[in-house]
């Protein structure tokens, strides 16, 4: 899945993912921890930017990076119709370097986007584009498909992928958006 896939798929409206709204479990996190310091916060795969904004609602610096032109294109357009201040970038988010070091990266859907062959390359993207004390925020798919996208991931994946980098200090299944009540798993890291 290269940018082209993606561009294609926006181009054709073929955006299953597109939901019109922040992660449930994103907005539930955001509410319940108000004395979070405010830094800067990397959503890679961002799409159209429901995240970024919710980041950027909540006071924090929100950076989107999407590999599909359209992505960036239309998160930029309605942060602007929102009246929030967002970056948005094209950006691979497995192979570029970081624009700048993160204190957070929120991870929503792009894990179980890419090829699963791809995973080694993401973790050693969150540890690139991630400040030496930063913190990964994640919204995993539990589902069984092999054939994706979505592709899914287990409890025991995230585990065995992060536990080497990260401490892992809260996980739990968050409020979703109907169609994957009970499918998803949230983990909050913090880089060792
Ligand atoms: C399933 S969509 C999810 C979008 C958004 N996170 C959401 O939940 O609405 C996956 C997104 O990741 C983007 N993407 C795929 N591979 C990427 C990569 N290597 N770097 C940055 N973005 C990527 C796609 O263009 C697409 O916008």
Known sequence: MNREYWEARYQSGDMP????????????????????????????????????????????DAWGFDIAPSAVRLTRERSTAAGLVVHCQLA?????????????????????????????????????????DGQYLAVNYLIPEKEGPPFGTTKEEQWERFSPHFDLLEQWVPRSYPNRTGLELMSWWRRK
């Open 92 to 132: 691979d988010f497995l192979s570029d370097p970081p624009p700048q070091p993160f204190d957070w990266i929120f991870e929503h859907t792009l894990f179980c986007a890419i090829n699963p062959s791809d995973r080694d390359k993401y973790v050693q993207a969150v540890l690139r584009w991630l400040k030496p």
């Open 17 to 60: 993912w597109e939901k019109g709204a922040p992660s449930p479990g994103l907005v539930d996190f955001l509410a319940a921890h108000p004395d979070l310091p405010r830094g800067s916060v990397c959503v890679p795969g961002c799409g159209t930017g429901h995240d970024v904004r919710a980041w950027a609602q909540a006071g924090f």
